[in-house]
């Protein structure tokens, strides 16, 4: 049976992902920038992960699948982070309980390994569409 851990899912900012998405927000540069996971060492080892692992990242909102990659941060069990992406708004509520703007710095999802692809920037166009 595969683990699934909690985590509370922070979006941050990146240059690096941000230019790539200027340039296409289709292109494989992007997808592989944005399409990410970043966990604290012990909820690697939880999930029985390796950098590059796809995961099943779900919660209450929505579901996607990215690739984990070990933060090289200080320990930060239960924390994990995720670039604000077409991928982590699948994650976001409307807005967030008692104001109104989007709840995307304290996500609450549950995380399993999974053998599926990443999801396709198609396919998260799609369901916004939808």
């Given at each position: 049976?595969t683990?699934?851990?909690?985590?509370?899912?922070?979006?941050?900012?990146?240059?690096?992902?941000?230019?790539?998405?200027?340039?296409?927000?289709?292109?494989?540069?992007?997808?592989?920038?944005?399409?990410l996971?970043?966990?604290?060492?012990?909820?690697?080892?939880?999930?029985?992960?390796?950098?590059?692992?796809?995961?099943?990242?779900?919660n209450?909102v929505?579901?996607?699948?990215?690739?984990?990659r070990?933060?090289e941060d200080?320990?930060?069990?239960?924390?994990a982070?995720?670039?604000n992406?077409?991928?982590s708004?699948?994650?976001?509520?409307d807005?967030?309980?008692?104001c109104?703007?989007?709840g995307?710095?304290?996500?609450?999802?549950?995380?399993?390994?999974?053998?599926q692809?990443?999801t396709q920037?198609?396919?998260?166009?799609?369901?916004?569409?939808?």
């Open positions: 049976m683990a699934e851990v909690q985590v509370t899912i922070v979006t941050v900012q990146d240059i690096f992902q941000d230019e790539a998405g200027r340039k296409s927000r289709f292109s494989d540069e992007y997808k592989n920038l944005s399409a996971i970043i966990l604290d060492k012990q909820d690697m080892i939880r999930l029985q992960a390796k950098d590059g692992q796809k995961l099943l990242v779900k209450e929505g579901s996607v699948i990215v690739a984990a070990t933060s200080e320990m930060h069990a239960g924390l982070f995720m670039y992406s077409p991928w708004n699948q994650l976001v509520s807005v967030a309980p008692g109104s703007i989007p995307n710095k304290r996500i609450k999802a549950a995380l399993s390994t999974t053998e692809d990443i920037i198609s396919e998260l166009q799609a369901r916004m569409q939808s």
